[in-house]
């Protein structure tokens, strides 16, 4: 009876007799052992999840990084799992780490920001290589979890990010302004062809101004109008055809009266006297 053993549905038995491992597995579900000479090892076939500690490496441009990743990895292989490798899951680790480092140090701080993918699966094949055919252990996905950038480093992005967003605004307003203009001279060629457009564009433009809140506007005297009354002027009647054809000239200038001095002046001492003094009658005097 101690000789009866379980094999779980996801792990394969390997039998040691005398301490040679015999060939094949157990597969799961019940097994019979000799208790005296057989010894039976159970394998975990499942996949296992793996956290990378982080690695503080230096890319190829220089640029100090920590990364931590996530491996993922599963035995194909139990008796190679079990007999060429001492303890699986302490060397896939150890693999891993050595190998993140390698990889960082050939990549750009650009390439493990921006091309993940590309990494992820350079770096599976890096810790691949010397893990599936000697360990039987098969590495099924590698992900690099997160990338930790120095406060310079951070710094002199957010900055770099800024102007280049202040550059695509300064191209964008230019751009706007460019089409604006072309615009804006079609609109002048139609208008120049038709002046009473012009008008038109006034006007819309005073009611727009005066919607908004009462306010008092002066309006200048459109070209356009005196040039009409220049064409009008030869049929109107005299009066307003001379007022119109003289409304630039200078007002008029009035009349001084011109003060004549009396053709005879007393000759005697009258001339100088005083006004209030009374002349002497010459009974009196």
Do not use: C
Request: glycine share 4%; hydrophobic share 45%; no cysteine.
């Amino acid at each position: 009876m101690l000789g009866f053993k379980i094999v779980t549905q996801y792990e394969r038995g390997i039998v040691f007799r005398w301490g040679r491992a015999l060939p094949g597995t157990r597969e799961p579900g019940l097994t019979w052992v000799n208790p005296f000479t057989d010894r039976l090892r159970k394998v975990n076939m499942q996949i296992v999840a793996a956290a990378v500690p982080g690695q503080e490496a230096i890319t190829r441009d220089n640029v100090t990084l920590r990364v931590d990743a996530v491996v993922y990895y599963r035995v194909v292989d139990p008796l190679k799992a079990l007999i060429n490798v001492q303890n699986y899951t302490y060397a896939v680790s150890q693999v891993a780490q050595t190998s993140l480092r390698s990889v960082i140090g050939q990549s750009n701080m650009d390439q493990l920001l921006s091309e993940r993918d590309k990494v992820n699966a350079h770096l599976k094949d890096v810790i691949d290589a010397p893990t599936e055919q000697p360990w039987g252990i098969r590495v099924e996905r590698v992900e690099i979890k997160d990338v930790s950038l120095p406060e310079s480093m951070k710094r002199s992005m957010s900055r770099q990010a800024e102007a280049e967003r202040e550059r695509r605004a300064r191209i964008i307003n230019a751009d706007g302004e460019y089409q604006a203009s072309r615009k804006l001279a079609q609109a002048a060629a139609i208008m120049a062809a038709d002046p009473a457009a012009l008008q038109l564009r006034l006007l819309q433009t005073v009611v727009e101004v005066a919607a908004e809140k009462n306010s008092t506007l002066v309006m200048p005297v459109p070209v356009e109008l005196l040039r009409f009354f220049d064409r009008a002027a030869p049929g109107l009647p005299e009066p307003l055809a001379a007022a119109a054809q003289n409304q630039d000239a200078p007002p008029p200038v009035p009349a001084v009266p011109v003060l004549a001095a009396p053709t005879r002046l007393p000759t005697d001492g009258a001339r100088t006297a005083p006004f209030n003094t009374i002349p002497k009658s010459p009974a009196t005097a």
